[in-house]
């Protein structure tokens, strides 16, 4: 019974986010046609989603956006969308995602909001973020800080990281368990994370 519950639950998943990459496509969106499979597999009961430090560059009431580019930036573009999930791989709605990140050179905008945003999950527990590739600096991988909160609920501060990297070997913050599933199409990136929270 159980079993039966987790396969239909992740074939929904899969199904799910397939159909909300090609509902909010444009014409030319490449990115957005792309299948990942979920990272991490959502189990009944299985663990949520790894915590990371928020380190030293989060600045608050970031404005409400999915999309941090801005005219004139430098770097390839990147796309990540997925699910916020709870341990019984129930869809989140309305969970709070907030963004930021260095920019392509690895330099963080501590004076303004530049690649700073929230934006909340839909009816289906769905996020969509487009961004840049955040550059490396000394002692850090490339990554992406977020801090996830379902309504009401307690707070997920972590860091997503990209594959292959030569640098996560070096870097003594990066978790495997954090690691985005990601697919290139023509110049950018797509890449995938699912979050699984706590909700006790």
């Known amino acids: 019974m159980t079993t039966h519950h987790n396969v239909s639950r992740r074939g929904v998943l899969l199904t799910g986010v397939s159909g909300f990459a090609l509902a909010t496509a444009g014409p030319n969106d490449v990115l957005a046609q792309q299948e990942l499979s979920p990272t991490p597999a959502c189990e009944d009961g299985g663990a949520p989603t790894v915590r990371q430090t928020e380190g030293p560059y989060f600045k608050p009431r970031s ?18 969308s997925g699910f916020v999930l709870a341990r019984n791989c129930r869809p989140i709605a309305r969970a709070l995602i907030d963004f930021w990140q260095a920019d392509s050179e690895g330099e963080y905008d501590n004076q303004g909001f530049r690649l700073r945003g929230h934006q909340f999950t839909d009816a289906e527990g769905r996020y969509r973020l487009r961004t840049v590739m955040p550059g490396a600096y000394p002692g850090r991988t490339r990554h992406i800080h977020v801090k996830v909160q379902p309504p009401g609920g307690r707070l997920l501060t972590t860091q997503l990281y990209f594959p292959g990297e030569a640098n996560n070997r070096s870097d003594g913050l990066f978790r495997r368990e954090l690691l985005m599933r990601v697919a290139k199409a023509e110049g950018s990136l797509a890449a995938r994370f699912d979050f699984v929270l706590d909700l006790l």
């Open 63 to 80: 404005p409400e956006r999915s999309d941090l580019r801005e005219a004139g930036m430098r770097g390839q573009p990147v796309e990540v």
